[in-house]
């Protein structure tokens, strides 16, 4: 568990406990399958986790947009220092309880709202005396501050304060509003929504300061948590017989009551958004002001991000059309909206008078690509396919010229899923990779090395493979049996000169017929490198590589050393051949 920890979310997500009567060895391959088991079964954790983050960061995103519209109400003509308040509370409040903005950016269950003097509620709430005195005691000072009890109060002015359980929290009537208010999220707006001399004035007045709170509210959640153990009753090991594991890890079920669900990370942050929104909004209109000044100044960064935003997105289609990969933008049924000039290539299988746009992909495709590319679809809409989507191989049928025939282009599809900003998918846009000619060209190479490895590795005779600056490519395995050298030791070396020389690894001896073979060898391999007149005239273009046979064989002796000290003479006759390429060269 601990070495495929996601981090740094917790120090242990879960723990598989073996136990055995007696002393057991787990051996390596057992072990490794399990830890190669915990680290994928954590990275898929911590994925779905991220992707769930990421939703719920989406919805409080949308949420607090909402809101910030809500407070666009306040620059109406009709809103004065006495309405403020109700007419907050009415564009922040209405709606029913799935559209309400307040509700749906900490998925409560109810919010209530103390506007200066007054309370303000939707959803599932308590009435006000009960909110008031929710208020007092969450006001009253207390440990849940972090300091001494004497001192500090729970909800400090421009604070927070939650709980997913008030009758832990020791509310006294925590157990009576438990079916509405078991957990609490508490935040104060009133550090930011008047200055110091304001407070003071009221105080000199003899006028409380007013209050600016906002509490969401979630009702209790009944579940059932299943213990390994019963933690109510803990057996000694030492009375009466040994326990198994099993036994003592017997599952005991307990009904758990008076506790909310627990609020979310990124739910505590969007409330914290929201209420800095509203700790200005309220200080600014305390002070005189509307909030026109705030939005034409949020209006003027939007409009001028929109331009910047705009002109990058010009320059990135620019791009896009002249880049050197295919790009095609798709709607969600698959159908052509857009693509680069490098992908007009693949829509030459059909004449068009406007254009490929509007058309599906699939008709652009051979049988089984298309009808793969259907099933993927339908499974992409029912959900079952995860993100990133994986690379698709189809081929695409294409003509070169306009009454020129078909033709098969292998093409690699890198899928990306385009959003809107609530995560709905609404297209793709798919990277086209071209491999038709690597496709060719690894068949290609694949003829060749079976040729070659037939060739070098299969055959029984000695073998010396030279490239056309007389440098040493192969050197097979009965060759270094017959000559005692190894292949590392004279590949990327000169065959006349560094291998057979007067001063290489091996001497060359005069012969009978051959008195001068250092001349001789080096006339021969010449001999072979050079092509023939008609070849040069017509050069063949065989499938795979081909070898030509030379017209006579030449013998040759030289002399290598056995056992560190004993010099043996070895004699071959060798014959040298053309080894050509795809293109006819030698």
């Known amino acids: 568990s601990v070495a495929g920890m996601p981090e740094p979310r917790s120090p242990l997500w879960g723990l598989l406990v073996c136990h055995h009567s007696v002393p057991h060895r787990v051996d390596y391959d057992r072990r490794a399958a399990a830890e190669f088991l915990t680290r994928v079964f954590a990275l898929q954790l911590a994925r779905s986790l991220d992707r769930e983050m990421h939703s719920e960061q989406l919805k409080a995103q949308s949420a607090q947009a909402a809101v910030c519209n809500a407070l666009q109400v306040l620059d109406e003509p009709n809103v004065s220092a006495e309405t403020f308040p109700s007419i907050l509370a009415k564009s922040l409040l209405s709606g029913s309880l799935e559209t309400n903005v307040m509700l749906r950016i900490a998925s409560a269950h109810g919010c209530a709202m103390l506007l200066g003097k007054h309370w303000y509620t939707v959803g ?25 009890a004497d001192e500090i109060p729970r909800l400090k002015r421009g604070g927070n304060w939650g709980t997913c359980c008030l009758r832990r929290a020791e509310y006294p009537g925590a157990k009576d509003i438990a079916e509405m208010v078991a957990g609490l999220l508490a935040v104060d707006l009133g550090r930011s929504t008047m200055s110091s001399d304001a407070v003071d004035s009221e105080e000199q007045n003899g006028e409380a300061p007013q209050r600016f709170v906002v509490l969401w509210m979630r009702g209790e959640l009944m579940k059932e948590v299943k213990w390994a153990g019963d933690h109510t009753s803990v057996q000694a090991r030492a009375v009466g017989p040994e326990m198994n594991p099993r036994a003592s890890f017997a599952a005991c079920k307990e009904i758990v009551s008076g506790e909310s669900e627990p609020w979310k990370a990124c739910e505590v942050e969007g409330i914290n958004a929201v209420k800095l929104l509203l700790q200005d909004t309220i200080q600014v209109f305390r002070k005189g002001e509307t909030t026109a000044r705030i939005l034409v100044t949020l209006n003027q960064m939007r409009m001028r991000n929109v331009g910047e935003l705009t002109q990058v997105a010009s320059e990135l289609r620019a791009i896009i059309k002249s880049a050197d990969v ?35 992909l699939t008709d652009y495709l051979d049988n089984s690509s298309a009808d793969m590319l259907i099933g993927w679809l339908g499974m992409l809409k029912a959900g079952t396919l995860q993100e990133p989507l994986e690379a698709t191989p189809v081929t695409f049928k294409v003509r070169k010229h306009k009454d ?54 299969y055959t029984t005779s000695p073998m010396v493979c030279v490239n056309r600056d007389g440098q040493i490519t192969e050197w097979n395995h009965a060759m270094q049996s017959l000559s005692g050298v190894d292949r590392v030791d004279v590949l990327e070396k000169l065959l006349v000169g560094e291998v057979f020389g007067p001063k290489g690894m091996l001497t060359l001896m005069a012969s009978e017929g051959n008195q001068d073979p250092f001349t001789e060898l080096q006339s021969t391999i010449l001999h072979a490198l050079v092509p023939k007149q008609s070849e040069e005239a017509a050069p063949s273009e065989p499938e795979v590589a081909s070898v030509d046979a030379a017209e006579q064989e030449t013998t040759f002796r030289w002399t290598k050393t056995v056992d560190g000290t004993k010099a043996q003479h070895v004699e071959v006759a060798m014959i040298c051949r053309q080894l050509r390429c795809q293109d006819g060269h030698i």
Do not use: M
């Open 124 to 148: 599932r709430c308590p009435s006000e005396r009960v909110l008031t005195d929710l208020l007092a005691w969450l006001s009253a000072k207390g440990p849940a501050g972090g300091g001494d």
């Open 326 to 360: 295919a790009v095609i933008k798709l709607d969600r049924d698959l159908r052509l909206t857009d693509y680069n000039n490098h992908a007009e290539g693949f829509f030459s299988l059909k004449a068009h008078q406007e254009g490929p746009k509007g058309n599906l």
């Open 404 to 457: 020129g025939p078909v033709e098969d282009k292998l093409v690699q599809l890198n899928w990306y899923i385009k959003r809107t900003i609530t995560g709905e998918s609404k297209g793709f846009v798919v990277v086209c990779r071209d491999f038709t000619n690597q496709e060719s060209l690894l068949q290609q190479i694949t003829a060749r090395k079976h040729n070659w490895q037939e060739l070098v590795y």
